[in-house]
């Protein structure tokens, strides 16, 4: 290896245990620090992260960079070892040194203060209070894509994306959601006609804390989560956070009605939590080939978990005996099938983060819909509300009460997060087309998982997906492990087969 290479990774290394530690003062922050600190601590988080930005956007950086791309030794085969860390730490560059440091800042200010007016907004339901800054928000959003430059052929919104689904585009987006946005919409909507439903008392469930917390670790043991190498702590919004090679903290919240809801909560973050203990960290550290490829393919591991092997019969199976025993009496005189129809319990509703798996992407296609053309200055800010509406009842088959449960719901526009909501339906494709792969491979994966042995999907995707680190991009990795290009129709297959015979249509 070159000493232009061995600088930069020994480089890249060092930074990432600097931002590894301000995860940790983040992590901390979100779990048990006292209110009284929060002073101090944003004090703390921001000396950390202007070092992280310096040491990233250096001149330095940038000049091995090119020196190791004048170097035919190290770029020849494009996804071999230098190959692959030498694009991704060039994607890494561009990205943090593309933006002048004035657009920086200003994004800084006005989405800071865009996030205020927002809350207000949302509070007393008033999009009037929002639109001027969101006004702002979408300008400084474009002036960004252009500064990223979009890519041959493409549209300004794919500059956004590519932050957070790196080759991803609007157009194959767009293919891949057309077809999938009718079949979905009817499926719901004949799942609302149909008279036959689960018990719905059943989501009403709750237990004592300890009991669900228990339960929860439980079911993060059997998973395989390495508890020596993370936690599982309580906060109020759920997450999976790295804090280093072998430190994986996991979050959940029992402040609900029912307790699949934190069961749901723990397995989502927990699928996260995976992927991290999966990467080739210890030996690769600070290398894009011991990091998660992007945000679509993390959340395919998630909702993995959380949805094709949390809501399965075999799950309950194997997890009703655990439950009762953890949470007793709350499931005497449950059955499987009667747990098996409540966590797949459909019906359509405002708030996306409160959605059931079908309806989920429903929320997903109309938010990229309108972000794309807000994006593209073909939606004026001010016909937003109406648009929502228009298209929620068209998808959901419900009329939007209010701005508080239509357009003004999710913090992610306030912040300046354009391009990120596709990934998390990004997420639910890509696991179910692992899924059916997966299924092929192990065609008795039902029945271990009815035993409680997860050890071999674990397995399964330690060797397939994780292990690789970001050696491939999420749609050539895709293709690599299942043989097809990424598509809508493993997910229809999953949850038609699911559901239809749950409410008999
Ligand atoms: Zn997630």
Redesign the pocket.
Same mark, same amino acid.
């Given at each position: 290896m070159t000493t232009a290479y061995a600088e930069l990774i020994a480089h890249r290394q060092q930074t990432a245990t600097l931002a590894s530690v301000n995860a940790v003062l983040g992590w901390d922050q979100e779990t048990y620090m006292p209110p009284a600190a929060a002073a101090h601590r944003a004090e703390q988080a921001a000396a950390i992260a202007t070092l992280v930005h310096e040491r990233s956007t250096s001149p330095k950086v940038g000049d091995w960079l090119s020196a190791c791309e004048r170097d035919r030794d190290l770029t020849g085969d494009h996804e071999g070892e230098p190959a692959a860390n030498l694009r991704e730490m060039r994607r890494d560059y561009d990205l943090a040194t593309k933006l002048p440091t004035e657009l920086v800042a200003e994004i800084a200010r006005t989405t800071s203060q865009a996030q205020q007016a927002w809350k207000t907004a949302r509070e007393h339901s008033d999009f009037a209070k929002f639109a001027p800054w969101l006004e702002k928000v979408v300008a400084l959003m474009r002036r960004k894509a252009e500064c990223y430059g979009v890519p041959a052929g493409g549209e300004l919104y794919d500059a956004l994306l590519n932050e957070y689904e790196p080759g991803m585009t609007a157009r194959e987006l767009d293919a891949i959601f057309t077809p999938l946005r009718p079949r979905l919409a009817g499926l719901v909507a004949s799942i609302v006609k149909s008279p036959k439903k689960p018990d719905p008392r059943l989501l009403e469930l709750k237990g004592p804390e300890a009991g669900q917390h228990a339960f929860g670790l439980a079911v993060l043991r059997q998973m395989g989560f390495d508890l020596s190498a993370g936690r599982l702590d309580t906060t109020a919004h759920p997450f999976c956070t790295e804090l280093g090679p072998r430190d994986t903290r996991l979050t959940t919240r029992y402040t609900t009605d029912s307790f699949l809801e934190p069961l749901y909560g723990t397995m /989502?973050e927990a699928g /996260?939590g995976l992927y991290e203990q999966g990467l080739p960290k210890t030996t690769r550290w600070g290398e894009p080939l011991g990091e998660a490829i992007s945000l679509g393919i993390h959340?395919s591991q998630?909702r993995m978990w959380e949805n094709f092997v949390g809501r399965s019969r075999a799950f309950w199976t194997w997890a009703l005996p655990v439950a009762r025993e953890h949470l007793k009496p709350l499931l005497d005189g449950t059955s499987i099938d009667e747990l098996y129809g409540a966590a797949n319990w459909v019906e359509p509703s405002f708030i996306r983060v409160e959605a059931d798996e079908a309806t989920y992407n429903l929320h997903i296609m109309l938010r990229f819909q309108i972000e794309r053309e807000l994006i593209a200055g073909r939606l004026p800010v001010s016909s937003l509300p109406a648009t929502w509406n228009r298209l929620f009842k068209e998808f959901l088959g419900l009329d939007v009460p209010d701005d508080r449960r239509g357009c003004l719901q999710d913090v992610h526009w306030s912040f300046g997060l354009m391009g990120y909501f596709p990934t998390y339906t990004l997420g639910n494709l890509y696991a179910a087309q692992f899924w059916e792969k997966i299924n092929t491979d192990i065609p008795d994966l039902d029945a271990r998982h009815a035993r409680g042995d997860f050890a071999s999907l674990k397995h399964w995707l330690n060797t397939h997906i994780h292990t690789h680190g970001k050696r491939y991009r999420a749609g050539d990795l895709c293709r690599r492990v299942t043989g097809k290009p990424l598509s809508a129709d493993p997910l229809l297959r999953h949850l038609e087969g699911k559901l239809k015979p749950i409410y008999g249509v």
């Open positions: /989502h /996260h959340e998630s």
